[in-house]
């Protein structure tokens, strides 16, 4: 079974631009998960994605959003890049939303210059 | 909102050696788990376990829930095992698949 892919996996973009990153689970999960990883704060939440429709959502300003899809295939959109928008991207994905065993991706990292 | 440390921080062996990594929580989780980062940043499962014991090869882990706690034991370590060792809870109250990181221990094995 293929694990969870995240596309791209690099991306670099300069202050005041938008981007969309995309995350597919495992075939068969239905929740998906976004985190961000910076070398100063750690591994933070940003949302949660049920049956398209968002569950929870972490401290992160309105700029970060995110979809589901009916295939349950996610993106996350980040508008009016910052510099300290710098950061590793991870999605994870798990069957259902309590109780079970996320699985991560590879990550996109995001270079904001 | 749920507190997670992880201690030590910052952990060097020499290959062959064992190691206890340990994972302190504030609140009651209906989720943990620990994961091995590599070079590249993917994090890879290691364990799912909110209570109870488990062992894969070298590597076991327990958590006591009732304690708030949990213990990564890597044995026989090799200059692989390297990288940094994440344990992530989620929180009854929190509830959803949200997890919360501790922040992280970074092993370093040497030849």
């Known amino acids: 079974k293929a694990g969870v892919t995240q596309t791209p996996r690099y991306l670099i973009k300069t202050r005041g631009q938008q981007v969309t990153l995309s995350c597919s689970p495992i075939?068969?999960?239905?929740?998906v998960s976004w985190y961000q990883q910076t070398p100063g704060q750690g591994l933070q939440f940003l949302f949660e994605?049920?049956?398209?429709?968002?569950?929870n959502k972490g401290n992160f300003p309105g700029r970060f959003s995110g979809r589901q899809f009916s295939n349950s295939r996610s993106e996350m959109n980040v508008s009016t890049l910052e510099l300290g928008d710098s950061a590793l991207y991870l999605c994870a994905s798990s069957l259902s939303r309590v109780e079970d065993e996320q699985y991560f991706g590879p990550g996109t990292r995001l270079t904001v210059t | 909102g749920i507190q997670v440390e992880q201690s030590p921080p910052d952990l060097i062996l020499q290959e062959g050696a064992n190691s206890t990594l340990r994972c302190n929580f504030s609140?009651?989780?209906?989720?943990l788990q620990w994961f091995h980062q590599n070079p590249w940043g993917q994090l890879i499962n290691l364990f799912y376990i909110p209570s109870g014991t488990k062992q894969n090869g070298r590597l076991s882990a327990t958590t006591v829930a009732t304690e708030r706690y949990s213990l990564l034991y890597i044995s026989s370590s090799q200059t692989t095992d390297s990288g940094v060792y994440f344990c992530a809870v989620g929180s009854l109250e929190t509830s959803g698949s949200r997890l919360t990181f501790g922040e992280g221990t970074q092993l370093t094995v040497n030849p």
């Open positions: 075939s068969g999960h239905r929740s």
């Open positions: 609140d009651s989780v209906n989720n």
């Open positions: 994605y049920f049956s398209e429709t968002q569950r």
